[in-house]
């Protein structure tokens, strides 16, 4: 093998941890992975719902994605509206390749399928585990962790994997910054239960001026509405009567990544490395591209790459989801009146369409060159 046999720990088991541990393993490596948390997200609180066909590529060689297929509800229309006018639609089954460009279920569902594939290899995520601190130099860290019972681990991986969400515990143990900004507005969601099953297979965004209400499926009988507005729940479009509010929350978008993705054999991935708007349904995805790359390049024994293969991918995302989010929350109501006039001519040209089409499906960041005929 030519990255020989490695200790490695991950930090994190969310998507982008339990990804990694799996590539790992399904390339002949034995991770361990830690969590502070309890368990996987909670199934009513999954903050990602998009899976797409980047993912679906990346997860197929462990078989994941065939587990996804059989529960995802597939995304065959995108369409944005102004009142009662259709701005534009647009059908995502227009992007080809073996996977549909995008595809929904709950993060904490794609968690419990990955956790679920871990289990046949017999590794497990440690949950409430902690990670206290890094000590000793980043090319030979060693790690003092706080086991559920409350006694004091140290161990000293040759590769330690920093999967630990925006407030990486690894990544401030590294003494990587994390510059960016946020944005001013806040956003607030909310997921509607119906009492009976409801369209699961489109989205949409109704364009308020100013602001916005997106509809998102969740399942075959809920909805997220996620808005700039904080009043948006009076203003929801409900398929029917008899909705009832089963989460809500809101929060700030900020967008921040990192200079470099790894310092020495300490390495970032997902939230820990970069954050941005929900825009486009890249979050996850992007964390469990980085998951796969990292593991394959550890495996090849050319880590040292990671960083300059992944960072602009990273910057290439996060200005497609500063742009999206920009066009849906400006507040100029000239800007407002050119944006509704103007989008739909522009969608309506094929290079505009098709590219704005590959990053709904992921496919603007680089193929994984381990996988024959990835696009």
Known sequence: MPGGHRDILIVGA???GLTAALELIRRGHRPRIIDSDAGPVPLVESRALGINARTMTLLSPSRVSDVIQQVAFRVDRLRARSGERILFEIDPGRVTGKFHAMQI???????RLLISKLSDYEVEPEWQTVLERVEGSMEKPIVVLRRPDGTAEE????ILIGADGAHSAVRKAAGLGFPGQALEASFYLADYQYPQPVDPHYVEIELVDPG?????????DTVRYLSTLPDFEKRIRHPMPGGQAVWVSNFRIHFRHVEKMSVGNVFLAGDAAHIHSPAGARGMNLGIE???????????GREQEYSARRIPAVKTVLKQTYGLTSMVTMRNPVATKLRNMLAP????IPFVANRLLR?????DTPPPPWIDGAQ
């Not at 279920?105 to 968690?111: I, K, M, N, R, V």
């Not at 980085?290 to 090849?300: G, K, N, R, T």
């Not at 001519?345 to 309506?348: G, H, I, K, M, Q």
């Not at 990053?359 to 496919?363: F, L, R, S």
């Open 212 to 220: 916005m209400i997106g509809r998102l499926p969740v399942s075959s």
């Open 359 to 363: 990053g709904v499906a992921g496919y």
């Open 14 to 16: 969310g998507a982008t």
């Open 105 to 111: 279920l709950a993060q904490g569902h794609t968690e």
């Open 290 to 300: 980085d998951a796969c790359w990292l593991a394959y390049l550890i495996s090849e």
């Open 345 to 348: 001519l522009a969608v309506r």
């Open 155 to 158: 161990v000293a991986p040759d």
